[in-house]
């Protein structure tokens, strides 16, 4: 009740910093490079990555710098890996299972890479969790996924881009969404892994909101290590 009413009483500066932040947000493209392909020798195995503009890379300067071309070329070293790459600037969880992607076929192991947009634009939590289940559910029975791993959703209230108040509002909801998810994931036998990617400014893009190389490089790290674990 207190967040709630927090955000009627300065809801006009926070709709202004929220279109700031958008704009900002959005002026990075995408970056060019292959989304996907097969690398490496070992036992079969086909990685999906889907999801927003961390997950499509944006901050980086190639798809080699970004999540993952670096994760990839670490899985190509212990298997014979296909890989294929469905992100875009902006998506939801929404927008995902509205725009679901026509060629994405059987893999083993599905990595969803969502949460800020849900935050940002608002997004009911019923809704959200109720398009999370969809989105587990779709990949586990169209397209045979054997593990889902969902990253958590990052602490906003740290995000070098973000102004005060804007910062406060959004980084208590993130919390919010972030415990849901992981409580659900739990139910559903999904693998919910924490954010831990660094968000100090020099590891950050320049626009303050995404990730840089040296973020992606720890974030394909942590997302190796589990897969292997």
């Not at 108040?165 to 980084?171: D, F, H």
């Amino acid at each position: 009740m207190a967040d709630r009413l927090l955000k009627l009483a300065l809801a006009p500066l926070l709709i202004v910093q929220a279109l700031h932040v958008r704009r900002t947000a959005a002026s990075l493209p995408e970056p060019p490079g292959p989304r996907a392909g097969q690398a490496g020798d070992g036992p079969p195995l086909r990685v999906a990555i889907i999801g927003d503009s961390s997950a499509a890379g944006v901050g980086a300067n190639h798809q080699s710098q970004a999540l993952a071309g670096q994760l990839t070329k670490k899985l190509a070293t212990q298997y014979r890996l296909t890989w294929s790459l469905h992100a875009r600037t902006g998506a939801t969880s929404r927008s995902t299972l509205e725009e679901w992607p026509d060629n994405l076929g059987d893999v083993d192991i599905a990595v969803l890479v969502l949460g800020v947009n849900d935050v940002t634009r608002q997004t009911p939590l019923r809704r959200l969790l109720k398009s999370r289940a969809r989105i587990y559910a779709r990949l586990r029975d169209n397209h045979h996924a054997q593990r889902v791993l969902v990253t958590g959703v990052p602490p906003l209230d740290q995000f070098p881009l973000l102004p005060s108040p804007l910062r406060l509002v959004l980084g208590r909801q993130a919390q919010r969404i972030d415990a849901a998810l992981a409580q659900q994931a739990v139910g559903l036998g999904v693998e919910y892994l924490p954010f831990t990617m660094s968000l100090d400014p020099e590891a950050m893009a320049a626009d303050g909101f995404h990730p840089g190389p040296a973020a992606y490089r720890q974030f394909a790290d942590t997302l190796y290590r589990h897969i292997q674990g």
